[in-house]
């Protein structure tokens, strides 16, 4: 055989350059933190076909239903100042769920915090009703935080020193403080002069919070925004934020490094209570003007998807907050169309669904084996 030939011949097998083969393998993040940043927008898409779907079964087409809940919301001045005063007490209570959220302490309470703020503060004007202004703010802040942290310790109590879940005494504390606003709009305090509505009597002047111009929105605003900022100069900044994270990431760790986790528990829920309960006095304070039978619309449940959206951030927490705000007001401009303005809350169950889900999956990463 000729050198020619011989270099024509094929490759024998073992000479030849082998092909690299790579196999795969799941691995799991318990703590989901590493969770992709776009399973938030694509868990409110996914929420808005589903949605609408239902608004098209319905008989309607559901970009006219989403353009006017979008307009009602933020197509006008008035549109845009009711929904930052939606905003105010989903911000203060989104910021309180979110600390507790920093520790894996579930607060699902928001609501009967909150609550129990809004009756904590109708408390002074019924008791105290001829303080000046500069009196009756004050003292109606310090009972409604007072009031909100007490009840998060209802929570954190049983769940530090008899592992009782805080999930379900949370809850259940919700059920607690709605019977026991009803108790008071029904009962002692309802106005005399009402005609039967369930509700306190309107307070005065001196008992309402200043608004701007001819807006509702008042200074609830201003609470809401100075708590965001301290949330974030707290956590990111000081030691106790710190241990905050680290407890939140890897308790066991937090414990041997002598972190008293006990303690930051019970502080944590106070903080988160009392942030729930400002947001209620500022909805009797800067909005209702008295305690009244069904006052909120959920605005401690709706906190939770707006912590949870948010992923804890400050910063997202106020533009989560204005989305949600944003949403029931639009909810309620769609009325004039015909539908029912319920439909934020099914939007809002199903982007609280597609959250869920779409964090349950980003704990699963596909990782090549070397």
């Known amino acids: 055989m000729s050198k020619t030939q011989a270099a024509a011949l094929p490759l024998e097998p073992a000479e030849a350059p082998r092909r690299k083969r790579f196999s795969y393998r799941i691995e799991i993040d318990p703590s989901g933190t590493r969770n992709p940043w776009w399973i938030a927008p694509l868990s409110i898409l996914l929420a808005l076909v589903l949605c609408g779907i ?5 008989g309607m087409n559901p970009v006219t239903v989403y353009a006017k809940m979008i307009k009602g919301a933020f ?47 109708t408390a002074v004007t019924i008791w105290f009703p001829n303080l000046p202004i500069y009196g009756t703010i004050p003292l109606m802040i310090v009972f409604a935080i007072a009031a909100g942290g007490i009840w998060g310790l209802l929570t954190a109590i049983p769940r530090t020193y008899f592992q009782v879940n805080e999930l379900v005494t949370s809850l259940m504390l919700n059920y607690v403080a709605i019977l026991l606003l009803d108790y008071f709009v029904f009962g002692p305090w309802k106005d005399p002069k009402g005609f039967n509505f369930p509700g306190t009597p309107m307070f005065n002047d001196a008992q309402t919070l200043p608004v701007l111009g001819d807006t509702r929105l008042h200074l609830g605003l ?9 949330y974030g100069l707290l956590v990111k900044y000081t030691k106790w934020g710190y241990e905050l994270r680290l407890i939140g990431a890897n308790p066991e760790a937090a414990k041997n490094a002598g972190i008293p986790i006990q303690r930051h528990i019970l502080l944590v829920m106070l903080i988160s209570g009392g942030l729930a309960g400002l947001a209620g006095m500022a909805e009797v304070s800067g909005v209702s003007h008295r305690l009244m039978y069904g006052i909120s619309p959920g605005y401690g449940y709706t906190a939770i998807i707006v912590a949870w959206l948010a992923k804890l951030s400050p910063a997202w927490l106020v533009v989560s907050a204005v989305l949600f705000g944003g949403l029931i007001v639009g909810g309620y401009s769609v009325q004039t169309i015909g539908l029912p303005s319920s439909i934020s809350n099914m939007i809002q169950g199903a982007i609280l669904f597609f959250l869920i889900a779409g964090g349950m999956f980003g704990k699963f990463r596909l990782r090549r084996n070397a």
């Open 54 to 58: 239902f608004i098209a079964a319905n």
């Open 75 to 121: 197509g006008s001045s008035f549109g845009i100042t009711e929904t930052l005063v939606k905003a105010i007490p989903l911000l203060l209570c989104g910021i309180g769920v979110a600390i507790a959220y920093r520790i894996s302490v579930w607060n699902i309470g928001a609501e009967g915090q909150f609550l129990v703020g809004a009756v904590a503060a």
């Open 222 to 230: 201003v609470f809401a925004l100075v708590a965001v900022v301290l």
